[in-house]
């Protein structure tokens, strides 16, 4: 977006996808953490080897300590030669990558396996198997949590996994999280040491109550845009400079709990289209919903008013930039091309107020991980019976205050009235008379000059 001479944006049509979906360049991109902005955390960042034969085990361990995998550094390094040692390692220490074996030197094929199933129930971290039994682990491969990578490859392959699993980022989102966490709650918990002896007589689920709710809330205020909360610990700080508002405020992929809530994002199994659900969440809790109440998502480009503006403006960016012609336009064509530009802009303009949140009939939803871009139409609405229910998917949640939002609106769009208006021109003539008879008057009784 470029600037006009008197300051006003000048929206080209290179910009129409970025607009509706978010691309680079609109401030809803995804902040990339650079190397040098990622501080050393404590303990350092790092990678447990999980390796049975000792020449592997010291010859990665030794590549890794002059490496710069992590975020352009050397991770810190345990290695570890017994499987059943390993467990407890990856259970007590803090560990951001494991590069583990498959068979173990006792001739177990699946001990690698095992080890990750039992990694699976204790914590999360990613997995790089680095074995001569690729075949066996390959069907869980999930890149980046899981890699495979076969011995026979050269080492610079296994430290490229290394590095791909702390350039996902989930390292940085492990580490942030906990430390959070741990901080408040040590903060907490001496900040009131003076009042547990008033506590006393409040049981251990009570207590803990209390500190999930403080928890909560401290989460809650580390998304405000405008707020002074953010992640505690060195990792958490790197990542507390205040964001553009991004879809993944929104979502809450995948969705809570295993019932239908408040906000749900629904996919319809046989005609694949989206609503969202409305039904209050008591209602829902407490099976009290005959019928749910859900309101139509479709895909952006696919209604009004967002379909007439995409075609505008495909029409308008097509003679834009025309060359003009020896002698200039004919007088038809600059009307037919100045009515082109209004309508796209007037289109754009009426499209931008809806994402902007300011037309009560319509809430955008924008696209993110497997969501496209939808509009919600709050005047397109379905009660299925519940019944019915099963043949809808739960896509996404949605994060407080979207459904609470949604709710207040489609209320409101049921709940209006309408009523004739008035002329206001007629109004504003009397007022203006008698403002201008009552200072005649206070003129001639002296009162003004």
Known sequence: MSKSPDGEAQEGCG?????????????????????VDVPEPSPEWTVVIVEDNEDYRNDIED?????????????????VGDFSQAEGIL????????????????????????LLDNLKS?????????????ERVEPL???????????EEHTDV????????????LPIAVRGLSDHVREVTRE?????AEQWSSLGNYDAEEKTTLLVARLARSLELTLALDGEDRLRGPVGRALASPSNWHPSRIYVIPPMGGKFDTGDLLLHQETQRYWVQLTPSCDLANGKADRHLLVAADPL?????????????????????????RGGWSRDEKTRRAKLEKNSKDLRAGCKQIILGRNDRFFHLPKFFTVPDLLIDLQHVKTPADAEMSEYGRISGLASPWPQVLVNRYNRQTGRMGFDDPNAEAVLGRISSEVIERQFAADGNGIAE
């Open 122 to 134: 204790t914590r999360f971290v990613p997995v790089v198997f680095y074995t001569a039994y690729t």
């Open 141 to 151: 491969a999930q890149p980046p949590v899981v890699q495979v990578v076969g011995k």
């Open 188 to 192: 907490y918990l001496w900040d009131i």
């Open 91 to 114: 259970s007590a220490q803090t560990v951001d990558v494991v590069i583990l074996d498959v068979r173990d030197d006792q001739g177990s094929d699946d001990a690698g396996e095992q």
């Open 15 to 35: 910009q129409a996808d970025a607009a509706v979906n978010g691309s680079p360049g609109d401030g809803m991109e995804i902040a990339r953490v650079k190397s």
């Open 63 to 79: 590549q890794l300590r002059r490496s710069d995998v992590a975020y352009g550094r050397a991770p810190r390094v345990i290695s």
């Open 301 to 325: 480009l696919e209604v009004e008013p967002f379909l007439s503006w995409s075609n505008a403006e495909l029409e308008w960016c097509r003679i834009k930039d025309a060359a003009v012609p």
């Open 158 to 169: 296994l430290l490229n996994a290394v590095r791909a699993a702390f350039d996902s980022q």
